[in-house]
């Protein structure tokens, strides 16, 4: 016995006109991107996803004449022309990272429409957001079939981001405990209180840094496990459309379409190679290779986060009022113009700038607690 659908209601009638909005825009963005391309083979790439937003357009066009009702004429929404006068103007270049917002905002728009998903919907728009994710990230134009400036590139970026976290975890903890021991400090209740606030501020911070990492980087290393699954289930359900999905990637690099095909179809054969060149390719990462450990990188995160804590609690060891202000203000000053100085590798600035920069800004935030402290002392009887 053949099931009979019931008629679309009036909330799907108004989902199948966004959809159809949806889509003349996309494929009239593509067309004018097209168009504005000098490049034949990004214009080819343009002119196909055009065709594939042309297809969706047809499909919500049908689904609004099957239900009765007048399909809507449509024009291009501004933002579409505005985006096509821009690439006109001022190159594709200008508009991609901006087109690839807009792709990534519709990755999931036909997930839970059966329709849809029905006739691949949601497996073409995901495949749009990598490809701009690609032209995004690599500009244009790009001669380079094997990207090995990019390899290259990120051993060099994972050193520097390892380094600058390293120096901006120091400052954290410098900059922080430092007004905590002013502020502290400057009601004078005593060193035990202004030792032991310090301590607490340390540990408090450090274990706070340490959990904050540990949660990001795991939280960094499940999304791209959750990722190559989705790229693996794609590659065993929809093989063809990744192999033309790896084939608009090659082409956008400049491979003539007829070598970027053939490419493709050969990757696509070995699941196992398909699985890491797609990986590599649209995600930036191996497989096998998902990131930082995440316990690695909390024990740095406490580890520099305390030592530059700890700069302003050591002289109240041995010291206090007066002269424990006076030696833990020079430790800090000492700590903040290092950093500063080694901020400058990043920067680009000289390290007499960047250090003098960190130091003012430093010294100016203890002041600002000290002075709250003292206030504060004044007003209660404390000091």
Excluded: C
């Excluded at 159809?20 to 004018?32: C, K, P, W």
């Amino acid at each position: 016995m053949t099931e009979v659908q019931s008629p679309p209601s009036s909330q799907d009638i108004e989902r199948f006109r966004r959809n159809l909005r949806d889509e003349v825009d996309g494929e009239a963005l593509y067309r004018l991107l097209a168009e504005a391309e000098a490049d034949p083979y990004l214009k080819l790439v343009y002119e196909r996803l055009a065709d594939t937003e042309g297809r969706h357009r047809a499909l919500w066009e049908q689904k609004l004449r099957e239900a009765g009702v007048e399909v809507p004429r449509f024009r291009p929404s501004w933002k579409v022309r505005f985006l096509g006068w821009l690439a006109r103007r001022f190159g594709t270049n200008l508009v991609a990272p901006i087109v690839a917002e807009l792709e990534v905002d519709a990755y999931r728009m036909y997930d839970d429409q059966p329709e849809a998903v029905a006739e691949g919907l949601p497996s073409d728009e995901r495949s749009h957001a990598r490809i701009f994710r690609e032209l995004a990230r690599t500009g244009w134009p790009q001669r380079r079939p094997l990207d090995i400036a990019r390899i290259e590139g990120r051993h060099g970026a994972a050193t520097g981001n390892a380094l600058r976290a390293a120096v901006l975890g120091a400052n954290d903890g410098l900059v922080s405990n430092l007004s905590l021991v002013m502020g502290v400090a400057g009601a004078d209740p005593g060193r035990d209180i202004v030792l032991l606030s310090g301590v607490a501020g340390l540990l408090a911070g450090s274990l706070s840094m340490a959990l904050g990492e540990w949660i990001s980087v795991r939280s960094g290393a499940e999304l791209i496990e959750r990722q190559i699954q989705i790229e693996r289930d794609e590659i065993s359900h929809f093989p063809e459309e990744e192999a033309e999905e790896l084939a608009l990637i090659y082409m956008s690099r400049g491979m003539e379409e007829q070598a970027a095909r053939a490419m493709a179809q050969q990757i696509i054969a070995d699941r196992q190679a398909a699985l890491e060149t797609l990986a590599r390719e649209e995600l930036g990462v191996s497989p096998e290779d998902h990131g930082q450990n995440p316990w690695t990188a909390a024990a740095m995160s406490f580890i520099t986060f305390s030592f530059g804590a700890s700069l302003p609690v050591l002289p109240w060891i041995i010291l206090e009022g007066t002269a424990g202000v006076a030696a833990s203000v020079v430790a800090s000053a000492a700590g903040l113009f290092g950093v500063g100085a080694i901020t400058s590798i990043f920067t680009g600035r000289s390290v007499r700038f960047s250090g003098a920069r960190m130091l003012a800004f430093g010294l100016a935030a203890a002041a600002v607690t000290f002075g709250i402290g003292r206030a504060i002392g004044v007003s209660t009887g404390i000091s």
